[in-house]
Antibody, heavy 121, light 107 residues
Framework: EVQLVESGGGLVQPGRSLRLSCAAS????????MHWVRQAPGKGLEWVSG????????GYADSVKGRFTISRDNAKNSLYLQMNSLRAEDTALYYC??????????????WGRGTLVTVSS | EIVLTQSPDFQSVTPKEKVTITCRAS??????LHWYQQKPDQSPKLLIK???QSFSGVPSRFSGSGSGTDFTLTINSLEAEDAATYYC?????????FGQGTRLEIK
């Protein structure tokens, strides 16, 4: 079965760190770019970060630049998000999403169920 | 940053009704516009790619149109299971952005 399963979320104090993981299965992970997208409680979708298939191209939203680091381990079919200096406004459900690329461009064709991060003292 | 503005924010509709949701981009994005459906307590699911192409397995009552800055998602003959929030998304340039969402309530 083609799926993405996130883990690593939890309750963390402001200023602390957390590392999220996303385990991929059912497809050739190292063929695809991957992204993190978050959704604050009751709010819309916000892109966080993305990484190319070979980690050669990485991008971040301004809201997390300098605090979050995306990485991947193709041998382990896994995507990661290291989150440092966490703030209350980082509280959200974090989804990993797989990219489908065509000659016309790209889009997200598969999402995980998400892992909840709560930043609070 | 490309801003995507959806309208309406909320709509209450009856089954079998036709629904139209619009998404306007702050600058031209060609056809790099995609639509997702998110039901309560579920992750988003792709409905329409490149403005008008239906994704595999999506019911034929869902269709999309538009290019440049103005896009439309149409749901023909709405069903109760279509109660959800709908988001547009642009992949034309970084940062990736989403519309604010349109919540559909079924009466």
């Amino acid at each position: 079965e083609v799926q993405l399963v996130e883990s690593g979320g939890g309750l963390v104090q402001p200023g602390r760190s957390l590392r999220l993981s996303c385990a991929a299965s059912g497809f050739t992970f190292d063929d695809y770019a991957m992204h993190w997208v978050r959704q604050a409680p009751g709010k819309g979708l916000e892109w966080v970060s993305g990484i190319s298939w070979n980690s050669g191209s990485i991008g971040y939203a301004d809201s997390v630049k300098g605090r979050f680091t995306i990485s991947r381990d193709n041998a382990k079919n896994s995507l990661y998000l290291q989150m440092n200096s966490l703030r209350a406004e980082d509280t959200a459900l974090y989804y990993c999403a797989k990219v489908a690329v065509t000659t016309r461009g790209w889009y997200f064709d598969l999402w995980g169920r998400g892992t909840l991060v709560t930043v609070s003292s | 940053e490309i801003v995507l503005t959806q309208s309406p924010d909320f709509q209450s509709v009856t089954p079998k009704e036709k629904v139209t949701i619009t998404c306007r981009a702050s600058q031209s994005i060609g056809s790099s516009l995609h639509w997702y459906q998110q039901k309560p307590d579920q992750s988003p699911k792709l409905l329409i790619k490149y403005a008008s192409q239906s994704f595999s397995g999506v019911p034929s009552r869902f269709s999309g149109s538009g290019s440049g800055t103005d896009f439309t998602l149409t749901i023909n003959s709405l069903e109760a299971e279509d109660a959800a929030t709908y988001y547009c998304h642009q992949s034309s340039s970084l940062p990736i952005t989403f519309g604010q969402g349109t919540r559909l309530e079924i009466k």
